[in-house]
């Protein structure tokens, strides 16, 4: 047993170490930068940055920069793209290199590198000014500090305040009466959080002065733990709750004061809303009131869909479904047959995760679709005629323009800069204009003509996001300050003008050249998109107004500098320090949560209870342990230990237990087994085609077990030991839906393992195919699930493991005996050589969130379902046993709790109905949502 323990360790360490790329690590005076082959260049300045950023940050939150100098923070720069830009944990920062999807919206002028990495340093300075006695057990005190203030401090000590990080959603709340304390305690609306947190930070700080945010940090810094309650109170002199309304009031007379002489037009058509919410209108020149539209089509999508719609008196007829499956902007070449679209393309190399995209053309006339390039770190393109593809692809260094070639696939490179460029708009003339961030900040528009990018745009103001009416004059968006104005340009004079000035934040999305009118975009009450058609010469002629300037004492807040702003980092000398290479980069692990505390039994006396957890910042490796442990009864003693890594882009779970089987019932009564248990298992994570709504993982895993029974049974050994080799792999395909996979809008699942013991002293082999599928009914909130299984065994199963279905239908949770299934509602035990099981459900979703608790557990994602399980058990005999009934049940997706009626047929033919309760916990589909999970791209077009 021990022999084959050791092998297994052994194993996992040469197989981490065989696994591990070449990573190197460079040091400063503060902190240290660890990055892979290739980024020597931008590690280089990361470290400058750091090293410059990390002393003025510490100042700020009230502690010594010498700090750094004897605990450097830890820097690590990965190159697979993200949808996360950077995070950071304790001492240790994550930055993920240039991802493609962050151009359009999230930084003003700053750089981005540096905004990422001085907020995420920020947040590595807070965790130390927050730290206590307590944080010796691990980094789970942190989850007591409010997400709102740890991302407003880091954002006011290392960022302005600008449109895109806070005012546009800040202000959408304040004015619709939309913005509460919950919005800035919910991770519900992520954007508003970040906003309002940064927002009430500054206004402490313009209020109470950058010291008071010192005395927040500072407080009882000797103490064991750290109350941001009573810390907030006693530097405040209130409650956050009893301070909060003067914050609200403060920000209405802000808003009020600024929006009030502002007007608003009251001209173009608005169109009518298709589904949930939508993301582009493209009017189409062939016919009256034909358009591709994109759209959220239901508030449970985490998809959008893609169609040709004809308006007629506010009817929206489906002419055309261009895809649903897709992540970026619909794009449309001059012509309007050929529509280009970006899918997510998901996949691991050098043991992280990747995310490009897939880039594919759909011809309206073939009704058919074409790949064109695939796993790119592109979400802009444009068609030059019918011939080929131009694309932007950014780079962690730099972008690049691409061209390729829709016929032969060609692919050729135009034209390559070091600062990144965004959205893409062409002309008919065959130029294009371009989105692009110079290294001073300051985003303007470029003309890319024949292999050059020259600016047309160069002013202080923002510009970006630019719509070609013809060759000569491009209509796009100015932000002068943090309110966005419709401008134009003429490209053949050079004249620029701003056209629009609202109330409302207009954005020029796509222009009708048929009706000579632009689409325009805003916003209402809650940030759902409005679209309206404004004719050109209507929108031309609008009427400018200048947003006041003026600072009043409720404005002081926005422009509030923190006491050493890093805002404008100057130009810092080329770092070229001497890299090391790193041997084994998924060290060190960060440190959740250890603890040990006395326990208490009356059988077995005094014991201890501990658990530790640790897991790696870019997640390819995670350790936990538990224990239970009785010195006067050691055999009573329970432990586990799990270890997770991931090596040869492939996960390994290595997992060790000792202690009672928890299942452990023969004919109603309870059996005392000992378990041991030692088990490796190898998953290769594969995503066909890279489209991540399909998910493919195959297994093989290695387990010795030794079962030890502490009292005498007839027929029964005392000590069983085995090993068990288990070969399968598990399939699944899901649109992804909010709610999934408790209510999948489509899911088919299938998985197939074949279990084989060898030595030890039984001999057998079991074999399973479980399925499963999912379709919702008509609504959204009512969808059908079945499940199925078919097992058969060959050889005889240890004692206490059988085929069949098992006793315990109110726990609907993994088994750590035997093959079995549930039957609800039927609780007795019937084993056989052969189960085929299955199980229909109609699941009727009710709310997402009610008023109700029971007793601590809140009454969220309640739901009622009415079921069918049937299950026939082939041996000696068969047996066929059945049950119906209804469910009421609330919970997260994977983790459910309710209680129901069941009236159930038994083995020997009788009828029973039972009330009960019930726990089901699907960590199967727990961990395939984890791989597969889908989020709505922000930008579909613009905004």
């Known amino acids: 047993m021990y022999k084959t323990a050791l092998i297994f360790v052994v194993i996992a360490i040469f197989m981490r170490i065989a696994g591990a790329a070449d990573w190197y690590r460079i040091s400063g005076s503060f902190a240290i930068v660890e990055y892979p082959q290739g980024l020597k260049p931008l590690a280089d300045s990361l470290l400058k940055t750091a090293d410059y950023a990390l002393p003025k940050l510490a100042e700020m939150a009230g502690i010594s920069a010498e700090s750094f100098r004897k605990e450097k923070a830890e820097i690590v720069l990965s190159q697979s793209p993200d949808v996360s830009n950077g995070y950071a944990l304790n001492n240790r920062v994550v930055i993920y290199a240039l991802s493609s999807a962050y151009i359009p919206l999230w930084t003003g002028r700053q750089n981005w590198y540096q905004q990422v990495l001085t907020h995420e340093l920020a947040h590595t300075v807070t965790f130390r000014a927050l730290r206590r006695k307590v944080n010796f057990i691990g980094n789970l005190p942190w989850l007591f500090v409010p997400r709102w203030f740890m991302e407003g401090i880091a954002q006011y000590f290392s960022e302005e305040w600008n449109a895109y990080r806070g005012d546009l959603y800040l202000k959408n709340a304040v004015m619709y009466g939309r913005f509460t304390m919950q919005s800035i305690n919910s991770l519900q609306d992520g954007r508003l959080l970040y906003a309002g947190g940064h927002a009430l930070i500054r206004y402490l700080a313009s209020q109470y002065g950058d010291s008071s945010l010192i005395k927040l940090m500072r407080h009882d810094s000797t103490s064991f733990f750290y109350s941001f309650d009573s810390a907030f109170k006693k530097t405040y002199k209130q409650s956050l709750s009893e301070l909060f309304p003067s914050f609200i009031r403060h920000l209405i007379l802000h808003y009020g004061d600024k929006l009030a002489d502002i007007p608003v037009n009251r001209f173009g058509k608005k169109f009518p809303a298709f589904g949930y919410d939508t993301y582009q209108i493209i009017p189409l020149q062939e016919a009256d009131s034909t358009f591709c539209i994109s759209a959220l089509m239901n508030n449970n999508h985490l998809f959008s869909t893609a169609r040709v719609v004809k308006i007629n008196k506010k009817k929206i007829e489906s002419l055309q479904e261009i895809s649903s499956n897709y992540s970026t902007g619909i794009i449309t070449d001059k012509t309007q047959r050929l529509f280009a679209f970006g899918r997510t393309h998901f996949g691991i190399e050098d043991n992280l995760q990747t995310i490009g995209f897939d880039w594919f053309v759909y011809d309206r006339e073939t009704e058919t679709t074409k790949k064109i390039a695939s796993n790119r770190r592109a979400r802009f393109v444009a068609f030059r005629g019918q011939s080929a593809l131009i694309m932007i692809e950014v780079l962690p260094q730099g972008s690049q323009i691409l061209e390729f070639d829709l016929q032969s696939g060609e692919e050729r490179k135009l034209f390559e800069t070091a600062f990144p460029l965004g959205r893409i708009e062409a002309l008919s003339d065959g130029r294009f204009?371009?989105?692009?961030?110079?290294?001073?900040?300051?985003?303007?528009?470029?003309?890319?003509?024949?292999?050059?990018?020259?600016?047309?745009?160069?002013?202080?103001?923002?510009?970006?996001?630019?719509?070609?009416?013809?060759?000569?004059?491009?209509?796009?968006?100015?932000?002068?300050?943090?309110?966005?104005?419709?401008?134009?340009?003429?490209?053949?004079?050079?004249?620029?003008?701003?056209?629009?000035?609202?109330?409302?934040?207009?954005?020029?999305?796509?222009?009708?050249?048929?009706?000579?009118?632009?689409?325009?975009?805003?916003?209402?009450?809650?940030?759902?998109?409005?679209?309206?058609?404004?004719?050109?010469?209507?929108?031309?002629?609008?009427?400018?107004?200048?947003?006041?300037?003026?600072?009043?004492?409720?404005?002081?807040?926005?422009?509030?500098?923190?006491?050493?702003?890093?805002?404008?980092?100057?130009?810092?000398?080329?770092?070229?320090?001497?890299?090391?290479?790193?041997?084994?980069?998924?060290?060190?692990?960060?440190?959740?949560?250890?603890?040990?505390?006395?326990?208490?039994?009356?059988?077995?006396?005094?014991?201890?209870?501990?658990?530790?957890?640790?897991?790696?910042?870019?997640?390819?490796?995670?350790?936990?342990?538990?224990?239970?442990?009785?010195?006067?009864?050691?055999?009573?003693?329970?432990?586990?230990?799990?270890?997770?890594?991931?090596?040869?882009?492939?996960?390994?779970?290595?997992?060790?237990?000792?202690?009672?089987?928890?299942?452990?019932?023969?004919?109603?009564?309870?059996?005392?087994?000992?378990?041991?248990?030692?088990?490796?298992?190898?998953?290769?994570?594969?995503?066909?085609?890279?489209?991540?709504?399909?998910?493919?993982?195959?297994?093989?895993?290695?387990?010795?077990?030794?079962?030890?029974?502490?009292?005498?049974?007839?027929?029964?050994?005392?000590?069983?030991?085995?090993?068990?080799v288990r070969i399968g792999a598990a399939f699944e395909y899901h649109q992804p839906t909010k709610l999934y996979p408790f209510l999948p809008r489509k899911q088919f699942g299938l998985s197939f393992y074949w279990n084989k013991s060898f030595s030890g002293d039984t001999d057998f082999s079991v074999f399973e195919i479980n399925t499963s599928l999912s379709h919702n009914l008509l609504l959204e909130n009512l969808g059908l699930k079945l499940l199925g299984s078919w097992i058969k065994q060959q050889g005889q199963l240890p004692p206490l493991q059988f085929v069949g279905t098992d006793r315990f239908f109110e726990t609907n949770i993994p088994r750590d005996f035997g093959f079995t299934r549930t039957v609800r509602g039927v609780r007795e035990d019937n084993a056989g050589d052969e189960l085929l099981w299955g199980s229909a459900e109609v699941n009727f979703f009710l709310a997402k969130k009610t008023p109700f608790r029971l007793l601590f557990l809140p009454l969220s994602g309640m739901a009622v379902t009415g079921f069918i399980d049937y299950a026939r058990i082939s041996g000696i005999a068969k047996n066929e046993i059945y049950s119906y009934g209804y469910e009421l049940t609330f919970g997260d997706p994977g983790l459910r709790f309710g209680g129901g009626f069941a009236r159930g047929r038994q083995a020997d033919g009788s009828h029973h109905g039972r009330y009960y309760i019930r726990i089901t916990l699907t960590m199967a589909d727990l961990l395939r949502a984890q791989h597969i999970s889908e989020e709505i791209p922000a930008n579909r077009g613009w905004q």
Not at 568 to 581: M, S, V
Request: proline content about 7%; some cysteine.
């Open 433 to 724: 204009v371009i989105d692009g961030q110079g290294n001073d900040g300051n985003r303007d528009l470029f003309l890319f003509d024949g292999g050059s990018l020259q600016p047309l745009t160069h002013s202080e103001t923002d510009d970006r996001n630019a719509v070609a009416v013809n060759d000569s004059l491009i209509l796009f968006n100015r932000f002068t300050g943090n309110e966005p104005s419709v401008a134009v340009i003429n490209l053949h004079s050079g004249e620029e003008k701003t056209v629009l000035t609202d109330q409302f934040e207009y954005w020029v999305h796509s222009y009708d050249g048929r009706t000579n009118s632009v689409i325009l975009k805003h916003w209402k009450p809650g940030r759902k998109r409005i679209f309206s058609s404004v004719p050109l010469d209507s929108l031309l002629m609008a009427r400018k107004v200048e947003f006041a300037q003026k600072e009043t004492a409720y404005t002081r807040w926005t422009s509030k500098k923190p006491m050493q702003p890093l805002l404008d980092i100057p130009a810092l000398p080329a770092g070229n320090a001497e890299p090391e290479k790193v041997r084994f980069p998924h060290f060190p692990l960060q440190h959740g949560l250890s603890l040990a505390l006395p326990w208490y039994s009356d059988n077995y006396g005094w014991g201890v209870y501990g658990l530790t957890f640790w897991a790696e910042m870019l997640q390819r490796q995670a350790l936990m342990a538990m224990f239970v442990a009785f010195p006067s009864e050691p055999d009573r003693s329970l432990g586990s230990l799990a270890h997770m890594i991931r090596t040869f882009d492939m996960d390994i779970l290595n997992v060790y237990y000792h202690g009672p089987l928890i299942f452990s019932q023969r004919n109603g009564t309870r059996v005392d087994y000992l378990r041991d248990l030692a088990a490796v298992q190898f998953t290769k994570p594969v995503w066909p085609g890279g489209d991540k709504r399909c998910a493919f993982f195959p297994r093989i895993g290695v387990s010795w077990q030794q079962f030890k029974l502490k009292e005498v049974l007839p027929a029964v050994p005392r000590l069983t030991s085995f090993g068990t």
